[in-house]
Antibody, heavy 122, light 107 residues
Framework: QVQLVESGGGVVQPGGSLRLSCAAS????????MHWVRQAPGKGLEFVAF????????YYADSVKGRFTISRDNSRNTLYVQMDSLRVEDTAVYYC???????????????WGQGTLVTVSS | DIQMTQSPSTLSASVGDRVTITCRAS??????LAWYQQKPGKAPKLLIY???SLESGVPSRFSGSGSGTEFTLTISSLQPDDFATYYC?????????FGQGTKLEIK
């Protein structure tokens, strides 16, 4: 069965950096686009970033553009997001999610990880 | 940017009730709309895509309708497992976004 397991969350000071990972299993990772979506405490869902199945294109929310970098290693079945210049407002649970489409991006997520909490605080 | 607005923000209902949640887009998104269910402390679950297509494994009491700017999610007969928060998501644009959520509570 599809499994997505995020790791790397924690507490970081404003201006700091963090790299999240998402280990995927149960499907052919290299055939699917992947998403990062976040949820601030008590708030709704927010798109963060998307990467195509082959890493050829990457898309970012305006709120993180220039600070976050999404990447993937298809040989390791792992998705990443490098988060730099972190702000207090980046505090959230970060979910990785699998796109519903095979090689074609649908921008819908049909499987999600359990999330990892990132807290930006001094 | 396309704004997605859900109503109501909170809905109180009883087991067996028929409930409807509305999602409005600030401009036409054709049928590029999905619905997700999220329970506390859990990841979202995809219920409906392309406005009215039921995701595999989702009970048939869930249905979606609409196109353009107005969409609805209907649960025909509420079950105890359905009390959760529901989000609509537009994917007309590549940088997609969600509605603010509708919390479905037990009356």
């Amino acid at each position: 069965q599809v499994q997505l397991v995020e790791s790397g969350g924690g507490v970081v000071q404003p201006g700091g950096s963090l790299r999240l990972s998402c280990a995927a299993s149960g499907f052919t990772f290299s055939n699917y686009g992947m998403h990062w979506v976040r949820q601030a405490p008590g708030k709704g869902l927010e798109f963060v970033a998307f990467i195509r199945y082959d890493g050829s294109d990457k898309y970012y929310a305006d709120s993180v553009k220039g600070r976050f970098t999404i990447s993937r290693d298809n040989s390791r079945n792992t998705l990443y997001v490098q988060m730099d210049s972190l702000r207090v407002e980046d505090t959230a649970v970060y979910y990785c999610a699998k796109d519903r489409g095979v090689t074609v991006a649908t921008q819908m997520a049909d499987y999600w990880g359990q999330g990892t909490l990132v807290t930006v605080s001094s | 940017d396309i704004q997605m607005t859900q109503s109501p923000s909170t809905l109180s209902a009883s087991v067996g009730d028929r409930v409807t949640i509305t999602c409005r887009a600030s401009q036409s998104i054709s049928s590029w709309l999905a619905w997700y269910q999220q329970k506390p402390g859990k990841a979202p679950k995809l219920l409906i895509y392309k406005a009215s297509s039921l995701e595999s494994g989702v009970p048939s009491r869930f249905s979606g309708s609409g196109s353009g700017t107005e969409f609805t999610l209907t649960i025909s007969s509420l079950q105890p497992d359905d009390f959760a928060t529901y989000y609509c998501q537009q994917y007309h644009t590549f940088l997609y976004n969600f509605g603010q959520g509708t919390k479905l509570e037990i009356k």
